[in-house]
């Protein structure tokens, strides 16, 4: 049984930073892509950053130089780094990997197999 379990989420100020974890167990973690959702109130699902089988990271153009994605294979977690942040980047954080056979990335949401509950990032 797959689970992903985000946490890190909160309230921060524009311009600070915050870091959001997702912990997955039951998931074959190295060899699929992983990623970061997010959805604010009355708008689509939206790719924020991903990071395939070999660990090569691609980010929305919003937030490129903003945020960093990284993985840590030993304790199965993956992670984003927020600094810089704005008011537009309040959104629901989703996580998000795909299922076997699909070592690389997309923005398509459909494209995941395994979903997070969320954590909610509020920049205000």
């Known amino acids: 049984h797959v689970q992903l379990v985000e946490s890190g989420g909160g309230l921060v100020q524009p311009g600070g930073s915050l870091r959001l974890s997702c912990a997955a167990s039951?998931?074959?973690?190295?060899?699929?892509?992983m990623a970061w959702f997010r959805q604010a109130p009355g708008k689509e699902r939206e790719g924020v950053a991903a990071i395939d089988h070999a660990r090569s990271p691609t980010y929305t153009y919003s937030v490129k130089d903003r945020f960093t994605i990284s993985k840590d294979n030993v304790k199965n977690t993956l992670y984003l780094q927020m600094n810089s942040l704005k008011s537009e980047d309040t959104a629901m954080y989703f996580c998000?990997?795909?299922?076997?056979?699909?070592?690389?990335?997309?923005?398509?949401?459909?494209?995941?197999?395994?979903w997070g509950q969320g954590t909610q990032v509020t920049v205000s």
């Open positions: 039951g998931y074959t973690y190295n060899r699929n892509c």
């Open positions: 998000a990997a795909t299922g076997q056979g699909r070592p690389f990335c997309s923005s398509d949401a459909d494209y995941y197999l395994h």
